[in-house]
């Protein structure tokens, strides 16, 4: 986790929009360690190799989290090619109500939930 100071400022915060410090804090302060935007390989929905960097990745977890700041197409598009590529990644939209936190913990838990699923199939 990378650390975080009083003002956020000199640092990879400065690089982030409003909704993504947001967060950055709301993981910090409850000790999920994050990575700002690794990068992951897709293939796009006509199978070109895509270099993308969702906003975070949760490595103890192996998810990814894009903090949506507005309620633009786009990301139904992302959505599309995520869920193609089985990459588990959790959209948080900060700009609808303040319920998002709650949300990303939610399914952070169904996503573990799913795995251990999956793994008693064996």
Known sequence: MLKQSKNMKGSLYDDMS????VVAKF??????????????????TKDRARL?????????VGIY?????????????RKIVYKKNRIPII???????NK???????????????RMKMLDAF
């Not at 409003?18 to 410090?21: F, L, V």
């Not at 993308?52 to 103890?60: N, S």
């Not at 998002?100 to 799913?114: D, G, P, T």
């Open 65 to 77: 989290v894009e903090v949506c700041g507005s309620d633009r197409d786009c990301y139904l598009f």
């Open 100 to 114: 998002w936190a709650y949300f990303l913990i939610k399914r952070i838990k169904e996503i573990q939930v799913e």
């Open 91 to 97: 959209f948080v939209e900060t700009f609808k109500d």
């Open 52 to 60: 993308w960097t969702p906003d975070f990745f949760l490595p103890e």
């Open 27 to 44: 993981l910090y302060e409850h000790n999920i360690w994050w990575i700002y935007e690794q990068p992951i390989f897709v293939l796009d």
């Open 18 to 21: 409003g909704p993504e410090k």
